[in-house]
């Protein structure tokens, strides 16, 4: 059974710091979502990584992907309050399980002034 | 550009009535998603659709049945409402082999009285 695992479960950041959340998961994969959730609304997706070493950036935030380690990483570049939100990462194992994702338990994030 | 709407946004039930959410998208996704979420343990798969015509157990699906009308649109019927189906309920579509990810709803949050 595929278990995704985040930490931290709370993150609570001055603004300006630099942080970064762990997405670890138990079985191979190749594809992993990160996903970010307001308060009351939807997902938002953020990334995509489809390869062992794929690296993507947007603003403040970079994802990274280690299918080796089965290690994704979420590296939060100098803090600022619009950041504050729920980050998931979401695991495909592919083969017959193909499409189905496996959440972690999500990292709400609180950056201060 | 909707992308996946559903119906209805909120709902309160009496244990052992049954509803039906609905889930439409519009972007000619193949696949389609019914997950839930809890506080603190991330989303959950209850039922998916690969392809129209074609439907699968999730990871939580006692309690559900799903109906893939047509290629846009797939419905969560739950029969007898217990406490323990309260949440907040998401329909998801996608274009599997495409690599876009994921496009979640609005979401129904649920309560079972």
């Known amino acids: 059974e595929l278990k995704v695992e985040q930490n931290p479960l709370f993150l609570s950041m001055q603004e300006g710091k630099n942080y970064t959340i762990y997405c670890n998961y138990s079985?191979?994969?190749?594809?992993l979502y990160w996903y970010r959730q307001d308060p009351g609304k939807s997902l938002e997706s953020l990334f995509v990584?489809?390869?062992?070493?794929a690296v993507k950036q947007e603003g403040r935030l970079m994802a990274s992907l280690d299918t080796k380690a089965r290690l994704s990483t979420l590296h939060i570049t100098a803090a600022v309050h619009d950041l504050s939100a729920t980050y998931f990462c979401?695991?495909?194992?592919?083969?017959?399980?193909?499409?189905?994702?496996?959440f972690g338990q999500g990292t709400i994030l609180t950056v201060h002034p | 550009n909707a992308g996946v709407t559903q119906t209805p946004k909120f709902q309160v039930l009496k244990t052992g009535q049954s509803m039906t959410l609905q889930c439409a998208q519009d972007?000619?996704?193949?696949?389609m998603y019914w997950y839930r979420q809890d506080p603190g343990m991330g989303l959950r798969l209850i039922y998916y659709?690969?392809?129209?015509?074609?439907?699968d157990k999730g990871e939580v699906p006692n309690g559900y049945n799903v109906s893939r009308l047509n290629k846009r649109e797939f419905s969560l019927r739950l029969e007898s409402a217990a406490p323990s189906q309260t949440s907040v309920y998401f329909c998801?579509?996608?274009?599997?082999?495409?690599?876009?990810?994921?496009?979640f709803g609005s979401g129904t949050r649920l309560t079972v009285v």
């Open positions: 998801a579509s996608s274009h599997l082999g495409v690599g876009n990810g994921y496009t």
């Open positions: 079985t191979t994969s190749d594809r």
């Open positions: 990584l489809l390869s062992n070493g």
């Open positions: 979401a695991v495909d194992i592919g083969g017959t399980s193909y499409g189905k994702l496996t």
């Open positions: 972007m000619n996704h193949n696949s």
């Open positions: 659709s690969a392809s129209e015509g074609t439907t």
